[in-house]
């Protein structure tokens, strides 16, 4: 384990992750995104209005 951590192949997918961190501003745990787009409130309502709002979306394209 103490090898996979030190090899730079998961060095740099960690550090990706971090910069995906930053730059989306995700500050908690869990967190969800929706082609890019934050779930702002947890719960099944809202993700599936997000979903939803997406399809509508690329249905229009």
């Known amino acids: 384990m103490r090898a996979d951590m030190n090899a730079p192949e ?7 992750d971090f910069e995906d961190l930053r730059s989306l ?4 745990t869990p ?6 787009k934050p779930l702002m409130n947890f719960g099944y309502e ?3 209005k997000l979903v939803d709002d997406e399809l509508k979306e690329q249905q229009r394209w």
């Not at 998961?10 to 990706?16: E, G, K, P, T, V």
């Not at 501003?25 to 908690?28: D, I, L, R, Y």
């Not at 967190?31 to 890019?36: I, L, P, Q, S």
Request: hydrophobic content about 55%; proline content about 5%; glycine content about 4%.
């Open 25 to 28: 501003n995700v500050t908690k």
């Open 46 to 48: 809202p993700l599936k």
């Open 10 to 16: 998961i060095r740099a997918a960690i550090a990706q």
């Open 31 to 36: 967190a969800f995104f929706v082609n890019g």
